[in-house]
C-alpha cells in the first residue's frame, strides 16, 4: 500500500478522551491512519470503538485532545464540518437509507445536494457505483424491497458517490443475517485492494486477516494492542488480547 508520498497521517487522534456521563469511553487514545491504510478495530462489546470511530468524524465530540484530518482539526461546526462529514464516508450497522427514495435516488442525493453535481452525471456515476457493489438491477426500487445485505452495499454505494478521502464503517454487518454477511465483507475487501483508506469497526475476525493492514484492539476504552494481522492472531502481546481471541477463535 503506498500512502502517495505524502508522510502526513490522513487521521491523527492524540490523547483524545471522552465521557458518557460517569463512564469513561474513550483513554487518551493515540492512533494515526495513513492514506491507503485499512485500520480494523476489533474488541470486546463497549470497548469504545464505535465511540471511537464515530468522534473521527464528529458525530460524537470529544471531552479533550486533538482529531486532525487531513492536517486539519475536526471543525465544530457549519459549512467545513459539512466538507468533512463528504470527504469522510460513513457506514453504519443500521443502513440509514431513505424508504420513500429508490436505490439510485439514495446514492445520488449526496453528490447532487452537497456537492452540486449535475442530475444526469450524478446518475451516471450512481449506475456505475452500483454496478460496483452488484446491485445496478436494483436502482428502481426502495430500500423496503431489498435484503439486508443489498441495503448495506447500496450504503457502500452512497458512501463512495461522495468521492470521500476515506471510509468509517461501525459493524457494518453485525445487523445481518449470516448468509448475507460475507457479500458486503466481499464489497469491502474489494474497496481494500483498491487502496480505499478504510477503519473499520467489526466482529470479523476473518475480514481483519484478510483486508486490514493493522489490527487495533481496543477494551475498557483505552487500545490495549496494535500490530499487523499476522502478528495479532498468531501473537498478541497482552493478556487482554490473548483472552479475548481464545473466547472468539475456538467457536
Do not use: W, Y
Not at 53 to 70: H, P, W
Not at 107 to 115: E, H, W
Not at 219 to 226: D, H, L, N, P
Request: hydrophobic share 40%.
Amino acid at each position: 500500500m503506498t500512502d502517495n508520498g505524502d508522510a502526513t497521517p490522513l487521521v491523527r487522534v492524540e490523547n483524545v478522551n471522552k465521557h458518557f456521563g460517569a463512564l469513561h469511553v474513550l483513554r487518551d487514545i493515540n492512533l494515526t491512519v495513513s492514506r491507503g491504510e485499512v485500520v480494523v478495530v476489533i474488541g470486546p462489546s463497549g470497548g469504545g470503538k464505535s465511540t471511537l470511530c464515530r468522534a473521527i468524524n464528529r458525530l460524537e465530540t470529544i471531552d479533550s485532545g486533538t482529531i486532525t484530518f487531513d492536517g486539519r482539526p475536526l471543525p465544530a461546526e457549519g459549512k467545513a464540518l459539512a466538507r468533512l462529514r463528504s470527504d469522510v464516508g460513513m457506514v453504519f450497522q443500521s443502513f440509514n437509507l431513505f424508504a420513500h427514495k429508490t436505490i439510485l435516488e439514495n446514492v445520488t442525493l449526496g453528490p447532487t445536494r452537497v456537492r452540486g453535481i449535475a442530475r444526469d452525471q450524478a446518475d451516471k456515476r450512481g449506475m456505475e457505483l452500483l454496478e460496483r457493489v452488484g446491485i445496478a438491477s436494483q436502482a428502481g426500487k426502495h430500500p423496503a424491497q431489498l435484503s439486508g445485505g443489498q441495503q448495506q452495499r447500496v450504503a457502500i454505494a452512497r458512501a463512495l458517490a461522495m468521492d470521500p478521502k476515506m471510509i468509517l464503517f461501525d459493524e457494518p454487518t453485525s445487523a445481518l443475517d449470516p448468509e448475507m454477511v460475507q457479500e458486503v465483507l466481499d464489497v469491502m475487501i474489494g474497496l481494500a485492494r483498491e487502496g480505499m483508506t478504510m477503519m473499520v469497526v467489526t466482529h470479523e475476525m476473518g475480514f481483519a486477516r484478510r483486508a486490514a493492514n493493522r489490527v487495533v484492539f481496543m477494551a475498557e476504552g483505552q487500545i490495549v494492542e496494535e500490530n499487523t494481522p499476522d502478528e495479532f492472531f498468531t501473537a498478541p502481546r497482552t493478556e487482554r488480547a490473548k483472552d479475548f481471541l481464545s473466547k472468539i477463535l475456538t467457536h
